[in-house]
């Protein structure tokens, strides 16, 4: 049951960036650009992408056996932004990103320990 707490949490911090798939014009506001040139698909690609950790989240909460992928998919995806974003000095405009990546640390350290001591 905590796995898939964790899971679902992990599912949430994901949500709302993946969810710029579907609203290219919230992707301005959220990551604080100018939303009219070729940024704008970039960050759609990267929308898609998280969509997929969205979906390896679910994918866990139901079936045991992707936990240790999905726990693969979701490091990657959390600590290169991470990584990416200390090496780019901070940068103000993906502070509240950070947060929620780091936020979501415990819950994905759980979910791992978990899922690769069995």
């Given amino acids: 049951m905590?796995?898939?707490?964790?899971?679902?949490v992990l599912a949430?911090?994901?949500i709302v960036?993946?969810?710029m798939l579907f609203r290219p014009q919230a992707i301005?506001?959220?990551?604080r650009i100018d939303a009219s040139g070729p940024l704008l698909s970039l960050l759609q690609h990267r929308a898609a992408l998280l969509a997929i950790v969205v979906l390896a989240c679910?994918?866990?909460?139901?079936?045991?056996a992707s936990r240790r992928l999905a726990v693969a998919v979701i490091a990657t995806s959390m600590l290169s932004f991470l990584a990416i974003?200390?090496?780019a000095g901070s940068p103000p405009a993906l502070?509240?990103?950070?947060?929620a990546d780091l936020a979501g640390l415990p819950f994905l350290a759980i979910a791992g320990w978990i899922a690769f001591a069995r």
């Avoid at 301005?28 to 990551?31: E, K, M, N, S, V």
């Avoid at 994918?59 to 045991?64: G, N, R, V, Y």
């Avoid at 502070?95 to 947060?99: G, N, V």
Wanted: charge should be positive; charged fraction near 15%.
């Fill in 2 to 8: 905590i796995e898939k707490l964790c899971f679902a």
């Fill in 12 to 14: 949430l911090i994901h």
């Fill in 17 to 19: 960036p993946a969810s």
């Fill in 28 to 31: 301005g506001r959220l990551y």
């Fill in 58 to 64: 679910i994918w866990a909460m139901i079936d045991p």
């Fill in 85 to 87: 974003y200390w090496h």
């Fill in 95 to 99: 502070k509240t990103i950070a947060l």
